[in-house]
Structures are given as C-alpha cells and as structure tokens.
C-alpha cells in the first residue's frame, strides 16, 4: 500500500514556476512507475509526465515537453514535478499517481492505482 501526498501548488504568474512535490508513505518508489496527471473542472484528468523503470524512462505529454520535469530524489520516497514557462491552460488540480512498475511508463488514468489528494495549480494572465 502507498500514500501518495502533494504539495506546492499556488498561484503563479504566466511565465514563471513552481515545483510539485508528491511525498510517499507505506513504501518506497523503487518498484514503482510514478506520474503526474491534471484535471479542470469539467474535463477528463489527463496523464502529463510518467517515470518508470523501462526506457524510454520519461513520457511527457507534448502540451508540458520541454517545460516540466519530473523526478525523484535518491531515497525514492519523493516524487518532484518541476514546472517552468507556466501559461494560464496549466491552471488545474495536480496528482501524483504510482503504480508497481514492470513496462514502460504510461500517461494512462487507468494504469494507475494509488493516488494523492491533489494540489491546485492556478497560472494568472
């Protein structure tokens, strides 16, 4: 079993960025694939960045390429989601997700089967 908690979330200027943290309980990340997901009110939560154990290690949906990193730190007990260049459409809620990590990772809502609570991310114009 994992709890999942994040942190970080706010209110941000367009153009600048803040650091998503997902601090894991219960167990370590060593034998799972992390990810963060997002969701607007009103819409499907989407998959944006998944670290796994298979390469390519990293998937990145093309909407944050090049302008979030995900990570973890060396003990595999926090999962990071390093957010840069923020435009307003990154406002949502952010989840970190995990599951037990045999393939390549996915951006799949449904691969997924321990999640956090959620961190409100809002980008000002």
């Known amino acids: 079993q994992l709890d999942l908690v994040e942190s970080g979330g706010g209110l941000v200027q367009a153009g600048g960025s803040l650091r998503l943290s997902c601090v894991v309980s219960?167990?370590?990340?060593?034998?799972?694939?992390v990810a963060w997901f997002r969701q607007v009110p009103g819409k499907e939560r989407e998959g944006i960045a998944c670290?796994?154990?298979?390469?390519?290690?990293?998937q990145y949906t093309h909407f944050v390429y090049g302008r979030f990193t995900i990570s973890t730190d060396q003990t595999k007990t926090t999962a990071y989601l390093q957010m840069s260049s923020l435009m307003p459409e990154d406002t949502a809620n952010y989840y970190c997700a995990a599951t037990f990590g045999y393939r390549t990772c996915v951006l799949d809502v449904d691969a997924y089967d321990y999640w956090g609570q959620g961190t409100l991310v809002t980008v000002s114009s």
């Open positions: 219960g167990r370590t990340l060593d034998l799972y694939d």
């Open positions: 670290l796994g154990k298979r390469d390519p290690r990293t």
